[in-house]
């Protein structure tokens, strides 16, 4: 069965120093989504692919993250530099297309990251 | 705009036990509204879905039914496994399934 990868699973990183995490959806979907899961709480959504373009970055702080989808399939997030609050889990997920309602997102496992 | 509450864990039964877990959303227009599963150490999955008012998604003996009178998408299951362990996850997909989730229900079945 198909799966969305990430790596790495877990990050260990000191503040003020940059972070990356790698995507790689499940073959065939158009849209990747980035979501930061704090401890305790639900997903939320940072950033929205549609192919290669961002369709949505209304959550994403831009002053320190940045991501990129460059050939439409895989992608990358970046932190720099690295704050204490940004400590949690990332995920990633990928679905056909969006807007058609009810379309199930496919999550990868996560990479926790812990900033020191 | 679009949010969803639900309820607050940790939920303790034994198993065997009839499981609710409470969920209500706010939204403009008609949502669809899904409950995503988190098994310790996995990602999250799909565990049912519901798209328009008084459909009632199902699997693996779990049900929830779109109310829209009482805005409501509450989770429910019989007879629950130790295996059902996990983060259960109310989410509001709104009109363009951009994913607002709840914070999670923690539920713990003991043998």
């Known amino acids: 069965e198909a799966e969305v990868a990430q790596s790495p699973r877990y990050k260990i990183t000191e503040k003020s120093q940059a972070v990356a995490f790698w995507c790689d959806p499940i073959?065939?979907?158009?849209?990747l989504y980035w979501y930061r899961q704090i401890l305790g709480q639900g997903p939320e959504l940072l950033v929205q692919?549609?192919?290669?373009?961002?369709?949505?970055d209304s959550q994403l702080p831009k002053d320190r993250f940045s991501a990129e989808r460059l050939k439409g399939v895989d992608s990358t997030l970046k932190i720099q530099p690295a704050e204490l609050g940004d400590s949690a889990m990332y995920l990633c997920?990928?679905?056909?297309?969006?807007?058609?309602?009810?379309?199930?997102?496919?999550f990868g496992p996560g990479t926790r990251l812990t900033v020191t | 705009g679009n949010s969803v509450t639900q309820m607050e864990g940790p939920v303790t039964l034994s198993e065997e036990a009839f499981l609710t877990i409470n969920c209500t959303y706010t939204?403009?227009?008609?949502?669809?509204l899904f409950w995503y599963v988190q098994y310790p150490g996995e990602g999250l999955q799909l565990l049912l879905k519901?798209?328009?008012?008084?459909d009632k998604g199902s699997n693996k003996g779990f049900e929830a039914t779109y109310r829209k009178e009482t805005t409501s998408f509450h989770l429910e299951k019989g007879s629950v496994q130790v295996s059902d362990s996990a983060v259960y996850f109310c989410?509001?997909?709104?009109?363009?399934?951009?994913?607002?989730f709840g914070t999670g229900t923690l539920l713990a079945v003991q043998p």
């Open positions: 939204a403009t227009g008609y949502p669809s």
């Open positions: 692919f549609q192919d290669e373009s961002v369709v949505d």
């Open positions: 989410a509001n997909g709104g009109a363009t399934n951009k994913l607002i």
């Open positions: 073959s065939g979907h158009a849209t």
């Open positions: 519901a798209t328009k008012a008084d």
């Open positions: 997920a990928s679905s056909l297309q969006p807007g058609d309602r009810g379309q199930e997102q496919y």
